[in-house]
Antibody, heavy 116, light 111 residues
């Protein structure tokens, strides 16, 4: 069955970096654009970034532009999110999501806590 | 940037009764390809979100037909014809015409 499994979350100090991964299985990963969406504790959903199926096109929310980098390795069926210069307001559960299929597919999320 | 404004933000409903959520965009969501990329998502307590409706009015596979979407341009609506207990959760509109933006969310609870 289709699975998206995020990993790499944890506690990190402000200003430091963290890399998240999203391992995909059960579908042809290389055919689809994939999103990262985050949710701060007790808050709503925030769209973060999107990468095209081939990795050639990347789009970012203003709140993370210049700090976060999305990438993918289609040979490994894996999506990445490199998060640099982290701030307290980046604290959230980060989801990867395939919204290009019907139905859509989401991971269970990985929690990133930015705190000193 | 596109801003999506949902109303109401809290919606107490009686089981079996209809419910309606509005989503208004700060700019037109009609894409240059003629499509309108307005989606509706449901997030049940403790779960990841799932999409219910894509491109305004198309139900995702497995979504009960009591859910329907409508609208055009900047004004959109999600309707639940008869609310069931499993519909409790937070509902979000999301546009992907201009990158991506979510509405603030509408919490649906049973009276």
């Amino acid at each position: 069955q289709v699975q998206l499994v995020e990993s790499g979350g944890g506690v990190v100090q402000p200003g430091r970096s963290l890399r998240l991964s999203c391992a995909a299985s059960g579908f042809t990963f290389s055919r689809y654009a994939i999103h990262w969406v985050r949710q701060a504790p007790g808050k709503g959903l925030e769209w973060v970034t999107l990468i095209s199926y081939d990795g050639n096109n990347k789009y970012y929310a203003d709140s993370v532009k210049g700090r976060f980098i999305i990438s993918r390795d289609n040979s490994k069926n894996t999506l990445y999110l490199q998060m640099n210069s982290l701030r307290a307001e980046d604290t959230a559960v980060y989801y990867c999501a395939n919204l290009a299929t019907n139905p859509d597919y989401w991971g269970q999320g990985t929690l990133v806590t930015v705190s000193s | 940037d596109v801003v999506l404004t949902q109303s109401p933000l809290s919606l107490p409903v009686t089981l079996g009764q209809p419910a309606s959520i509005s989503c208004r965009s700060s700019q037109s969501l009609v894409d240059s390809d003629g499509n309108t990329y307005l989606n509706w998502f449901q997030q049940r307590p403790g779960q990841s979100p799932r999409r219910l409706i894509y491109k305004v009015s198309n139900r995702d596979s497995g979504v009960p037909d009591r859910f329907s979407g409508s609208g055009s341009g900047t004004d959109f609506t999600l309707k639940i014809s008869r609310v069931e207990a499993e519909d409790v959760g937070v509902y979000y509109c999301m546009q992907s015409t201009h990158l991506g933006t979510f509405g603030q969310g509408t919490k649906v609870e049973i009276k």
